[in-house]
C-alpha cells in the first residue's frame, strides 16, 4: 500500500491526520477504502526575543507639570470662536487628563496653536474648558493622536 508523504504542518493544521486511500486499482469493487492516518504535531512557536535597554542612554525626562490620569471618554471639540453648529464640531475620545492638558483621539488633523473649546462629561462633573493643539500625529488611517493645553 502507498502512502502519500505528509508536507510541513502549518499551525492550523496541529494533529491534523492526513490519509491516503488507494483507488480501487486491485480490482476490489466492494466500495471498501483502506486508509492510514499519520498525525504529526506542530512544534511549539519560538519565544520572542527580548527587547534591548539602550545601554548609557537616560530614560526620558516627564516635563509635564502634573501627572497626566488615563480618563477615556467622549467629548466635543468646537472652535473657539464659539460657532456651536454640528458642522463645526468635533467628536473626539479623550485617552489622558491632566491639570496642565488633555490627550485624544479624532478622525480629523489638529494644526498645531490652534485653540478650540472642549466639552466633557455632562451635570455636575462637566468640564468645558479652553485648549491649544501642542501635537498632532496620525496613528492609523484617519486617526489622529493629538495632545492639547489647557489655556
Known sequence: MATKKSQTPKPS???APTASAP????????GAINATAILTP??????????????????AVERRRSPR?????????????GDATPEASHGVTVQDLSLGGVGFRGTEKFAPGETYRITLG???LLLNARVRIVSCRQVGHRMYHVGAEFC
Do not use: F, M, R, Y
Open 42 to 59: 506542530t512544534p511549539p512557536p519560538a519565544p520572542l526575543p527580548e527587547k534591548k535597554s539602550a545601554a548609557g542612554k537616560k530614560p
Open 13 to 15: 493544521d496541529v494533529l
Open 23 to 30: 483507488h480501487e486499482a486491485d480490482g476490489n469493487d466492494s
Open 122 to 124: 455632562k451635570g455636575p
Open 69 to 81: 490620569e488615563q480618563h477615556i471618554a467622549p467629548a466635543v471639540l468646537q472652535p473657539s470662536s
